[in-house]
Each structure stands twice: as structure tokens, then as C-alpha cells.
């Protein structure tokens, strides 16, 4: 199967991309990212409020004044962080991750959350650092067809190739897609076995935008501070006997069986690893194939709204927002 994607707007994209998320160790990510580099990843994703983009744009430009890519081999996508969600806000955040990146255009940017909050409450990457974010206070105004509209003008511009969202629901989208010149390129949504969002993907894929899954491990590393939806502690899903069995047959890691299974559907992933080893077992998942009983017996550990883990609800009051996605 293709290891690359096309886009609307007739981009490439890569299947398999380095995500970012939590790492905020210069060291520690400036070396995934030169071992992602390394293995084949042309594919990175990162946010404003991973307040890493500036190592990330470290990286990316030793590898480009030296010679080892060039800029078109490069699949950079950041977002627009949940404090810039006003029109008038959109070039301002833009601005600075491409300052930060050290860039003058990210091929796509998302809109990180469906959500805003305001934007005095906290504008610097320091104060992300800090742990700002759950302190914040809500902006109820979130209007997505005038931010859509400020991103629309982005493309126009020249500094976004495509656009996007993340975390949206299905009527969120729908809402963007009936108004907008520019649709939708790419969702970017939490994604693993236990929660393989079925019907989303089903409605990107018939609207042609196509879907990237974040933390395709169930967020292993997220276990000392965050719950399922239900209370529960997160799921190993490596250890899964399903997962194990399929991983013996094909002399594959859990992780790569993890990760093909979506791939393998035609969904992108963002596994986040600093672990050199495995940034590079990652990306290797293009040379087997899962059988349809396979597909079918991993496709049967979904759990829906139940394995949800990131709810936001760290954020207090946010199932409030006249824009949460997640109500029920």
C-alpha cells in the first residue's frame, strides 16, 4: 500500500508522522527528531501548545542548511492553540509558530480544539509550560465559520498549505463544510483501539478529508495524571492478547500491529516516542499486511465513548462551552 496520502488541495501527505505531544526536553526531542529523521519520518506534528515548536524548528532547519531534505520532502503541521480562537487572533498565533519553526509556510494547519479560551489568560509557551492551560477562562464567543474564514485567508496567503481541525465532532465539521470556500483537509482526533471512532471516519472519508489518529497507544505515558472516560486506568494496550498473537505471527512489535491496523484502513497516525529505537520499529509497518480476520478481531476491541481519555476535562467548566464536542 501507498506509504502517502493526497490531500484536496493535492499535497502529499505521509501515513506516518512524529508526534510531540509531552515532549518538552529540548535534548531528549531534538535527538527523536534527528532519529525520526534518520529512519525515513518526513512527517512532523506538533502545536503551539506543546511548547516544543521551537525545538522542532531547530531541528528541521540543521536538516535543511545542511542539505539532507529539502523543504517540499518536509510535512510540517502545528495548530492553532484554544486561546487564538477569534478571527482576529488566527494570523497572530500563526505568525508565531512560523517564528518558532523557523518557516514560511506549515503544509497544514488545525484547529487544535473546537473550544476557545481567552486569550489574555495566557499567550506564551511559558506559561503553557507552567500548566496554565486548566486555569484559564472560557471564551463562550468561539465562532468557528469566522475563524475558518481567517484560516481560509491563511491559504490564500501562502503561509498554511492546507487546513484542518482537531477534536471536532461530526456537526462541527459538517457546519465548516457547508460554509466554507476551502474545506477541511485533515481531522486530527484521539484514536487507538479502544476508541477507533468508526462513524467519524466513515463521515471524513465520504466528505474527503481524510483522518489522522493521535495517541494510537492509548497514551501510555499520560498514566500518572489521566483516566478512561470512566475512571479507569489507562488500558496496556501492548499487552493485549489479540494484539500480542498478531504481533508473534508477523515477528512485529504490539506497537507496529497497532499502528498498521489503522494505516492499513487508509488512516494516518502521530505515534509520540524520544525512544530511538522505536521511532524507527515504528515507521516500519509498510512491508505486512493484516488479514481481514485480523482487521476484524482488532476492529472488535472498540470500546466508543467509553475509552475515551482525552475528555478536556481538566479544563474546568468545559463541558459548558457552548462548542464542547464531546456532550452527552
Known amino acids: ?104 509556510y506549515v503544509d497544514l494547519y488545525l484547529v487544535h480544539v473546537p473550544f476557545g479560551m481567552l486569550r489574555e489568560a ?84 465520504d466528505k474527503g478529508i481524510t483522518v489522522t489518529a493521535y495517541s494510537p497507544f492509548g497514551s501510555p505515558g499520560s498514566n500518572k495524571w489521566l483516566t478512561t472516560s470512566k475512571g479507569e486506568e489507562l488500558p496496556d494496550l501492548f499487552s493485549l492478547p489479540e494484539v500480542v498473537e498478531i504481533a508473534d505471527r508477523y515477528e512485529k512489535t504490539p506497537a507496529q500491529v497497532l499502528l498498521r491496523h489503522f494505516v492499513q484502513q487508509g488512516i494516518l497516525a502521530v505515534p509520540k516516542s524520544t525512544n530511538a529505537a522505536r521511532i524507527q520499529k515504528n515507521i516500519q509497518i509498510f512491508d505486512f499486511e493484516l488479514t481481514e480476520e485480523e482487521v476484524e478481531v482488532l476492529s472488535g476491541l472498540d470500546r466508543g465513548e467509553e475509552g475515551r481519555i482525552f475528555t478536556m476535562k481538566l479544563i474546568g467548566g468545559v463541558e459548558d462551552h457552548p462548542e464542547y464536542p464531546w456532550k452527552t
Not at 18 to 24: D, E, N, P, R, V
Not at 53 to 64: D, I, M, Q, S, Y
Not at 179 to 186: D, F, L, Q, S, Y
Request: hydrophobic share 45%.
Open 1 to 104: 500500500m501507498s506509504e502517502t496520502v493526497t490531500l484536496a488541495n493535492g499535497a502529499v501527505m505521509p501515513m506516518l508522522g512524529l508526534g510531540t505531544w509531552q515532549a518538552t526536553d529540548e535534548e531528549e526531542l531534538e535527538g527523536a527528531l534527528n532519529a525520526a529523521l534518520d529512519a525515513g519520518y518526513r512527517f512532523i506534528d506538533t502545536a503551539y501548545l506543546y511548547a516544543n515548536e521551537k525545538t522542532v524548528g531547530k531541528v528541521v532547519k540543521a536538516w535543511l542548511d545542511e542539505g539532507k531534505v529539502t523543504r517540499e520532502e518536509l510535512f510540517i503541521s502545528t495548530k492553532l492553540p484554544m486561546m487564538g480562537m477569534r478571527e482576529e487572533d488566527v494570523s497572530h498565533f500563526l505568525g508565531m509558530s512560523l517564528e518558532n519553526l523557523q518557516l514560511d
Open 122 to 205: 495566557m499567550q506564551t509557551t511559558d506559561d503553557i509550560k507552567a500548566g496554565g492551560v486548566g486555569t484559564m477562562a472560557l471564551d463562550m464567543e468561539t465562532d468557528h465559520l469566522a475563524i475558518w474564514k481567517a484560516l481560509e485567508a491563511e491559504v490564500e496567503a501562502g503561509r498554511a498549505r492546507a487546513i484542518g481541525v482537531s477534536n471536532f465532532n461530526e456537526s462541527q465539521v459538517q457546519r465548516i463544510l457547508d460554509n466554507c470556500t476551502i474545506p477541511p483537509a485533515n481531522h486530527q482526533v484521539e484514536m487507538h483501539l479502544y476508541l477507533q471512532q468508526k462513524d467519524l471516519v466513515a463521515f471524513c472519508k
